[in-house]
């Protein structure tokens, strides 16, 4: 099955630096690449995908970029700020199915 | 608008005794329902999907079973619990389309001693 790696287990910036966070999939079949936040004690929510079908895809400060030769995906965030202090996780997805493959995280920490 | 409500928020439960988690969702129609499993600060781990009423796949073997009883309802379930099983429970729906966002409750810790 997929497998998702995430390459950063703990990365720290200093505020209004840029943060990259890079993952890297197996399966080529995959087409769906998603990225969520979590904060300390919260839930997951959504931040920002890329489809197959593109390379690039720009939401704000947040920035994925999808090589699909080297099944390697990677969240940009520029000018980071406090706030986006928090554990972010890529995820990976077939179109056919509903199984959702997850890396196992980043933490990233923003220092003022 | 949808929402998604999962109880209950915490639980503390002894080794072999029974537990019951559920989640709802509102304001959307018939939405892919599924449950993760998250170790103390680890990664996510998915339990169970569902696409419709009575229908549900099991993704991984914990000791734990999953029913969709009502199109916006979801409940996870066991009836003897292991240590093991202590770890953040997440109920989240995405859409009937394949790879669309995940929308995820707020979880529920869950403490086995």
């Known amino acids: 099955g997929e497998k998702v790696e995430q390459h950063e287990s703990t990365l720290s910036v200093r505020e209004g630096d840029s943060a990259v966070i890079n993952c890297t999939y197996t399966?080529?079949?995959?087409?769906?690449f998603p990225w969520y936040k979590q904060e300390a004690g919260k839930s997951l929510h959504f931040v920002i995908d890329?489809?197959?079908?593109?390379d690039r895809k720009q939401s704000q400060r947040l920035i994925v970029l999808l090589d699909k030769k080297a099944k390697r995906f990677s969240l940009h965030i520029t000018a980071t700020q406090p706030e986006d202090s928090a554990i972010y996780f890529c995820?990976?997805?077939?179109?056919?199915?509903?199984?959702?493959?997850f890396g196992d995280g980043t933490q990233l920490v923003v220092k003022p | 608008a949808q929402t998604i409500h999962q109880w209950p928020v915490a639980e503390i439960k002894a080794v072999g005794s029974p537990l019951s988690l559920g989640c709802t969702i509102k304001?959307?129609?018939?939405?892919?329902l599924y449950w993760y499993w998250q170790a103390t600060g680890g990664t996510l781990q998915q339990l169970f999907y569902?696409?419709?009423?009575?229908?549900v796949e099991s993704v991984v073997q914990l000791n734990l079973s999953a029913s969709r009883p009502k199109d916006d309802q979801f409940i996870l379930s066991t009836e003897k619990l292991l240590l093991s099983h202590s770890g953040f429970y997440l109920c989240?729906?995405?859409?009937?389309?394949?790879?669309?966002?995940?929308?995820f409750g707020h979880g529920t810790k869950l403490s086995v001693l």
């Open positions: 989240a729906w995405g859409g009937q389309i394949s790879n669309e966002r995940l929308f």
């Open positions: 399966d080529t079949a995959s087409s769906y």
């Open positions: 890329i489809r197959s079908n593109v």
């Open positions: 995820a990976a997805s077939r179109n056919s199915n509903n199984r959702i493959f």
């Open positions: 304001g959307k129609s018939s939405p892919n």
């Open positions: 569902s696409i419709t009423v009575g229908q």
